[in-house]
């Protein structure tokens, strides 16, 4: 079965975490995003893949490579400039027109059962099946008015007041027919949701709707790449210990993975789930609450308190700080005595010296530098 995966994003609502990296890049429990979508695909039996790619193109090949050690095939096509979700895939149609296949966002995190979908997509004569996912709030995604046979009968993308005619959310899901390659322009920019399918409907052509069960995201705000983390840290299957750990008396409740030489000082407490990176030093008297996941090569000081938050690689933490709900990039360095509030955003390689508080929801851009006893409040852009 084929898969075609869009990634040509910018992610400009997750800066300043996609100025270093792609949206599908962006890591979840210390591997890109991306990676756990293949693997999902791999076992779901896509194994053939087309991804899309624009920004930061190389990234995602690097991480990927021709998807062998996945159990997958990958090819590679490239957007020159920007042609839309269904434009995007029309540029990938030498790889798809020979049978049905179903279309993702590289930024997707789920745990839908995609061959189902596949499967009854497979029995109808519909040119799309869309994935359905009944929420409460569906005013950022489109909706579907269904019937009892499965048929959309109207559609909306991002609807207004007094337009929320269903709470049938679109999760981003297509299973098409190779049909609807005539039903895209070529070379031009053209979206599913807002071009497409009206364009289907008015035409009395079929479009199905399926309801999936399980859970899934679209990892394009900080918000919902917490809830994405969240998600995969409750799957946890146990504690899992990759080689080398050192301690002398500290407290730790599982499931948690630990990766190569990490060492966590005396009277600490680990309270999983919790993911830690290889060579990771946690120091005394440190508590690290459930649901957080740190990278590689971080330090973390002594009586530091470190809750609900994602750390990547390469972060150092003073001494005596509070970091609750917050998601550091690369390379940064919080001083002593600090309080990252929650829902703060911290770009790569920033210094925040002594006595720093961030305010809840605040995001600091990359490289900039926060002078000890500041209280920040309001966002701190670059250039």
């Not at 499967?119 to 004569?125: A, C, K, L, N, Y």
């Not at 002398?248 to 966590?264: F, W």
């Not at 009586?303 to 750390?311: A, E, G």
């Not at 961030?358 to 409040?377: A, C, F, L, M, Y």
């Amino acid at each position: 079965m084929k898969a075609c995966i869009m990634c040509g994003g910018e992610g400009t609502r997750l800066r300043p975490l996609t100025f270093a990296r792609p949206k599908p890049s962006i890591p979840i429990l210390n591997k890109p995003s991306v990676v756990h979508l293949i693997e999902h695909l791999s076992k779901e039996g896509f194994n053939d893949i087309v991804i899309t790619l624009g920004y930061m193109a190389e990234k995602i090949e690097e991480q990927l490579g021709d998807g062998r050690i996945f159990g997958v095939h990958i090819d590679y096509v490239y957007e020159d400039e920007k042609l839309g979700t269904a434009g995007g895939v029309k540029n990938a149609e030498e790889y798809l027109r020979d049978s049905p296949f179903i279309v993702l966002g590289g930024d997707h995190v789920l745990n839908l059962n995609l061959r189902e979908m596949y499967r009854f997509h497979e029995m109808t004569d519909a040119l799309v099946t869309i994935g359905l996912l009944s929420i409460d709030d569906p005013r950022e995604f489109g909706i579907a008015d269904m019937d009892v046979n499965n048929r959309i009968r109207r559609f909306l993308e991002k609807p207004g007041p007094g337009e929320i005619f269903s709470n049938l959310a679109s999760t981003g899901i297509y299973v098409c027919d190779p049909e609807i390659f005539d039903w895209i322009p070529e070379g031009k920019q053209y979206d599913f949701a807002k071009d497409l399918f009206p364009d289907i409907l008015e035409k009395k052509r079929k479009i199905n709707g399926i309801l999936a069960r399980g859970r899934w995201t679209d990892v394009g705000s900080p918000q919902a790449y917490r809830q994405a983390q969240r998600w995969m840290l409750e799957s946890l299957p146990g504690t899992t210990i990759e080689g080398h750990f050192k301690t002398l008396d500290a407290r730790i409740k599982g499931p948690v993975s630990l990766g190569h030489n990490v060492t966590v000082g005396s009277n600490s407490a680990i309270v999983g789930p919790i993911v830690i990176g290889e060579n990771t030093t946690i120091g005394d008297n440190v508590l690290i609450g459930p649901y957080t996941a740190i990278g590689s090569n971080c330090t973390i000081n002594n009586d530091t308190r470190i809750l609900s938050s994602y750390m990547f690689n390469n972060v150092s933490i003073g001494h005596n700080s509070n970091v609750s709900g917050s998601i550091i990039d690369n390379g940064t360095v919080v001083g002593d005595n600090c309080s990252l509030e929650n829902g703060t955003v911290i770009g790569p390689e920033v210094n925040i010296e002594n006595d720093v508080t961030v305010h809840s929801n605040v995001r600091i851009w990359p490289k900039r530098s926060i002078s000890t006893g500041t209280s920040v409040k309001e966002d701190m852009l670059g250039e």
